[in-house]
């Protein structure tokens, strides 16, 4: 059964800092990989996908990696602006299904 | 374009009560369509997903039963509520002609008390 981890559960930055977030899986036999956004409330809206073949992504300020082997991947936001707090969510589509972190809130401090 | 809706936006519903959540897909044919709950502390779960018209495909043991009705349309009903149905549901669509491993795409989300 695939688990996805996302660590930290939170995190606070000051604003203009580039940050990481982490995301680790246990079964590598994956098709993609996606960055979800959700806002206090909200729905999920998609960031970026990585398909299994591929070691990164990026979409303006945000650069996601995958190493798939190692069921890891990572969300680098460069300069951290207060709009971009949310909770991050990363999700593995394998087995036909997505299978989704518990994901990271993250803060931005003006 | 595509936009997805759910409805009611909010819902307060004693135990042992019927629930009747809608979800509707405009702009597109087909598509393959998802329920998820997202309870707290918890990542999204998987409840049901339908690849066509009469088509549900349930992913864990509950009281909530999926229906689709209409292409576009997709609803998830409870006969008797439980405490533990309380959460956020989620309705999202994916492109069928593109297989289901493509990018899904969200509603704004149910949130569900139980009281």
């Known amino acids: 059964k695939q688990e996805v981890t996302q660590i930290p559960a939170a995190l606070s930055v000051p604003e203009g800092e580039n940050l990481v977030l982490n995301c680790s899986f246990t079964?590598?036999?994956?098709?993609?990989l996606q960055w979800f956004r959700q806002d206090p409330g909200k729905g999920l809206t998609s960031l970026l996908l990585i398909q299994s073949s591929q070691r990164e992504q990026t979409s303006g300020r945000l650069n996601a990696s995958l190493d798939k082997s190692s069921g890891r991947s990572t969300l680098y936001i460069a300069a951290s602006q207060p709009g971009d707090s949310a909770t991050y969510l990363c999700?593995?589509?394998?087995?036909?299904?997505?299978?989704f972190g518990t994901g990271t809130r993250l803060t931005i401090i003006p | 374009s595509q936009t997805i809706h759910q409805w009611p936006a909010t819902l307060v519903q004693p135990v042992g009560s019927p629930l009747s959540l809608e979800c509707t897909v405009e702009?597109?044919?087909?598509?393959?369509l998802y329920w998820y709950r997202q309870a707290a502390g918890r990542g999204l779960q998987l409840l049901f997903y339908s690849v066509g018209i009469g088509q549900i495909s349930s992913e864990v043991p509950q009281n909530l039963s999926a229906s689709r009705p209409q292409d576009r349309q997709f609803i998830l009903s409870s006969k008797k509520l439980l405490l533990s149905d309380s959460g956020f549901y989620l309705c999202a669509w994916s492109p069928s002609n593109r297989g289901p491993q493509e990018t899904q795409y969200f509603g704004p989300g149910t949130r569900l008390l139980v009281l």
């Open positions: 079964d590598s036999a994956i098709y993609n």
């Open positions: 702009g597109t044919s087909n598509p393959n």
């Open positions: 999700a593995v589509f394998g087995n036909e299904k997505l299978t």
